[in-house]
């Protein structure tokens, strides 16, 4: 009976002995999770506070893109019909141009057609290039060719064979003319 005693004390004891060992496991097991300090709680709010402004930031400009788009889109979306209609006003011009003396009620009719064309181009923003005595300028001037001329400036604008087209402050067809060099 005693040789029983004696191995129930020891059984406990050992079944003591691994409860404590599994509490402290268990201890250090919540120790490998941690829970994060004070600062490191800090450093992590502020990097999503940071990321939030981003992603605002991100967001806003999107935005921004989009309402730009679509202004230029409303301005710029009647561009490829407009052009189309510029040969019909050259050929207005040309027939203008080349009408006989005595054809006038001809010549009335072409030019209140050319008008009525260029007011109609004029409702959706686009204007005439017509360089008369201006400078020639690259950017709204096409040069064909060079002429002499003593009595204008070198660089400015000779003949005018075409007339330029600008819609809303862009050119879509530069005005062809000749430029002086003396």
């Known amino acids: 009976m005693a040789k ?3 191995s129930k004390d020891i059984d406990s004891e050992s079944l003591e002995n691994e409860n404590l060992e599994t509490e402290s496991t268990d201890e250090d097991s919540s120790d490998d999770i941690g829970t994060p300090s004070y600062e490191e709680l800090l450093e992590k709010n502020e990097e999503l506070e940071k990321s939030i402004l981003r992603a605002n930031a991100d967001l806003d400009n999107a935005l ?7 202004e230029k889109a409303h301005k710029y979306g009647v561009e490829k019909l407009l052009v189309e209609l510029l040969p019909v006003i050259d050929s207005l011009e040309h027939a203008l141009s080349n009408v006989s003396q005595d054809a006038t009620e001809d010549k009335e009719g072409i030019e209140l057609t050319l008008k009525s064309f260029e007011s109609a181009l004029d409702k959706f923003g686009m204007i005439p290039i017509y360089p008369v005595n201006e400078e020639f300028n690259p950017e709204k001037h096409e040069a064909v060719t060079m002429e002499q001329d003593q009595e204008k ?22 005005a062809r003319v000749t430029v002086i060099k003396n």
């Open 64 to 70: 921004k893109r989009t309402l730009s788009e679509v």
């Open 4 to 6: 029983q005693k004696k």
């Open 153 to 174: 400036e070198n660089g400015s604008i000779g003949n005018i064979f075409q007339r330029g087209w600008e819609l809303h402050s862009r050119v879509v067809r530069p």
